[in-house]
């Protein structure tokens, strides 16, 4: 039956092309590996681009004292404790090679005095850490790795969906998806596979996130009988436009924060004096995220229910030159002019600290030759993520996943490709255009996102959070009659209507991970269980597939090593 | 508030028409947020590309009012709205559907482009003052929007022999980056026929980013040209000095 269909043949699928997927190509490749990545959107729209402030790397480039030890505090720190602490202590230790490496491949960054990379402060990082280049770091290290991989020969299938794994008994063998351009299916044969699909905020409806982050990575995995873990943690960036409407959500980036900007309530009150004395504006984002949502919620809100963030004691021009994206942005969606007065904003959904479980040395999920990098992966982060640790962590692990696969690769034969799954697979992308009557998949988002956004957001409780689970549930049975318009020819509706299935099974994953989490770390807060829990600081939840049921255990997390616990404790 | 009247292309390769829809106006809405209340409430097959709406991955392309534009950064404010409001297509590029362009011709022009590649030896320092020169450049969001308005592609159809803005200013980059060591003058000759370009400067009026394509990127890369190819005293200075066109990259 795989003769029906168009196919390509690959050592190493890669299914996402932002930095971890290319980084991983990169990889997977230098190892003598056939790499296929295939994406959602063109070639250099991924996420990444979005990123601005910059790449976490004890370089000590500006403050002498910095080393990679104090890095892996801070993450550890950061995500109170919940960490996988090999990764925390792999990432530490490699970034900066990861950073030069780039720099090696073409990425220009902004200098220090003598010529070496320039680093800046952030929240939680003890020491000027985040390499960058003004506001748009991500956008010159997607356009560096996006280079590198196409000269070196990489084969990207652009605005490509994957809409299921495929495997050979325990293991993937292969997937199936669809040109957007056509709508016309595709099989690709794969040893192994690379999963660097990112996020999930899609879910929620104020999000700094693009339409491609629906949880797809983790869906498919989860599908395909792959372990998710530390689903509860959610990370609601504490600076989104709040005003106007239409710009709800978009990201003001933490470097204004990190280059001197200040918070203030309706007051004038600098309210973070009241979180965090210490680290004030530059404490950890589930900490200024709350702090603004209690402003606001008190009463101590902006006009549109947010936070003044100010930077315009900083001469002008020095605001233009380090945060120009924030510049034009506000100038051109807001009519406000940074350089003379505050920003209004307030919490948004921008960050998923759970994901796909993995082994920390390989980026290997519990299925046979499924691998998870970046976003879609778990672990690194525990409860919450210091801002420049994720481009980090997509260079990283990135590197990780894509030799890894490639090993795996070596060591197997192409797995087969069973008719029944293709045929499956093409049944569930047709039904919807079969039905004479359904709801449109565009009103069972808006549903989703207002659900999730009410009921799973910064502050959680028992009851909101059954609530949400019950709607989450309701909405995956009417998802299944979904109908859809049109023809197949790039159809976002459709689109959309099989992006709902990845987002309701994230969402049902995080809402039932955070209602068994009776304690409040990191960006989960439970109202009715505000403080830290011994037991479950030393435990993970871990969802697992059981026939259509969706399974939640614990696992305890593992031991430190001593030299190790002695870096937390100085 | 009003409504707003939008006139929008729905059509693939073998043609459309442009078809009405009526969309109620929030503050601070932009194009993209129209057409998105569209694909939500009326037509949701209607293809269109976007990803981040914030002006940074530059998918969003389109011609609003005839102008080509990032949907995602046109106010609706700014628009007169007495009037209908037209959306369509880059013209530049086929259709593929509504919106929705084949743009894959860039692609294939930036793969022809040699890559970073460092002086021998080189040591991994540099001036601020040096990448400031070359960081505008680089702040292209590839929205291909400069390609869309350039008369050597969009009349001419000149694909074949130009490569057009949007890869001049990337050769800019690469060119002016302070450590590369390639030349990449024999390929702005003869394969993206840089000399075809009579700087009128559209590109420029377009660019979202703010990128002084024409004075910035493209006359700088022209003389390079001349010096390389047409002054024989100069082309041996700079074969001595660092870049020598003998060592351009095929």
Known sequence: ?570 | MPDATFKIFRGDRDGGELVEYQVPIAPGMVVLDALHYIQGHQAPDLAVRWNCKAGKCGSCSAEVNGRPRLTCKTRMDALPLDKPITVQPMKSFPVIKDLVTDVSWNYEVNRKIPPFTPRPNVEWKMDQRDVDRVQEFRKCIECFLCQNVCHVLRDHEKQEHFGGPRFFVRIAGLEMHPLDGVSRTKLLKDDLGIGLCNITKCCTEVCPEDIHITDNSIIPLKERVIDDFYDPVRWFLRKLGGKSAASSVE
Not at chain 1, 423 to 438: C, D, H, K
Not at chain 1, 476 to 490: H, I, M, P, T, Y
Not at chain 1, 550 to 562: F, N
Request: with cysteine.
């Open chain 1, 1 to 570: 039956m795989t003769e029906k269909y168009e196919t390509h043949e690959h050592d190493v699928l890669i299914i996402g092309a932002g930095g971890a997927g290319l980084r991983a190509a990169i990889e997977a490749l230098a190892q003598g590996a056939s790499v296929g990545v295939v994406c959602k959107s063109l070639l250099g729209k991924a996420h990444t681009v979005m990123a601005e402030g910059g790449i976490a790397a004890a370089m000590a480039n500006v403050d002498p004292a910095d080393d990679w030890r104090t890095h892996f505090r801070d993450t550890m720190r950061g995500g109170k404790f919940l960490n996988n602490w090999r990764m925390a202590q792999l990432h530490a230790q490699e970034a900066p090679e990861r950073v030069r490496e780039l720099e090696r491949w073409g990425a220009l960054f902004d200098r220090t005095s003598d010529g070496e990379i320039l680093q800046r402060a952030f929240g939680g990082h003890t020491f000027k850490r985040l390499c960058h280049v003004g506001d748009r770091t991500g956008l010159e290290m997607i356009r560096t790795l996006q280079d590198r991989g196409v000269h070196l020969g990489i084969d990207v299938y652009m605005e490509c969906a994957i809409t299921r794994l495929l495997k050979d008994g325990e293991r993937v063998s292969g997937a199936f998806g669809y040109w957007r351009e056509q709508g016309r299916f595709v099989v690709f044969k794969a040893k192994s596979i690379v999963m660097a699909t990112g996020g999930i905020g899609k879910a929620w409806s104020i999000t700094s996130n693009s339409w491609e982050y629906t949880g797809d990575g983790m869906a498919l995995a989860y599908d395909a009988g792959a372990e998710l873990m530390d689903m509860e943690f959610v990370q609601f960036h504490p600076t989104g436009m709040v005003w106007p409407p239409g710009v709800q959500g978009i990201l003001v980036t933490e470097a204004v924060r990190g280059e001197g900007g200040v918070l203030r309530n309706k007051d004038g009150e600098r309210f973070m004096e009241r979180y965090d004395p210490e680290k004030m504006e530059l404490s950890t984002r589930d900490v200024v995220a709350r702090a603004i949502y209690t402003e606001a919620k008190e009463g101590r809100g902006t006009e549109h229910g947010g936070a003044y963030l100010d930077i315009s004691h900083k001469p002008a021009d020095y605001v233009k030159k380090k945060l120009p994206s924030m510049y034009h942005q506000f100038r051109e969606l807001a009519d406000v002019d940074i350089t003379k007065g505050p920003m209004e904003v307030g919490p948004t959904c921008h960050y998923m600290m759970g994901g796909i479980r993995v082994a920390a040395e390989t980026a290997q999920s519990n299925v046979p030759g499924l691998f998870a990098a970046g976003e879609a992966a778990a672990g690194l982060h525990g409860s919450n993520r210091l801002g420049g640790n994720s481009l980090s962590d997509l260079l990283v692990f990135g590197k990780r996943a894509g030799f890894a696969a490639a090993e795996q690769a070596k060591q197997v034969g192409p797995g087969q490709i069973e008719d029944t799954q293709i045929y499956e697979a093409e049944r569930e992308m047709l039904s919807p255009f079969e039905r004479t009557e359904g709801e449109s998949p565009y009103q069972l988002h808006r549903e989703l996102q207002e659900k999730m956004h009410n009921l799973v957001g910064i502050f959680r409780s028992e009851e909101d959070l059954e609530q949400g689970l019950a709607a989450v549930r309701q909405l995956k049975q009417r998802s299944a009659n979904v109908q859809v318009e049109g023809s197949r020819l790039f159809n976002p509706g459709w689109h959309l209507a099989r992006d709902m299935k990845s987002m309701l099974t994230v969402s049902e994953a995080v809402t039932l991970s955070a209602l068994a989490r009776k304690e409040s770390r990191g960006a989960h807060s439970r109202i009715d269980y505000p403080k830290y829990d011994e037991t479950w600081g030393k435990q993970n939840n871990i969802i697992s597939r059981d026939g259509e049921e969706m399974r939640l255990s614990q696992s305890p997390t593992s031991e430190m090593p001593g030299e190790l616990k002695v870096l937390l404790s100085e």
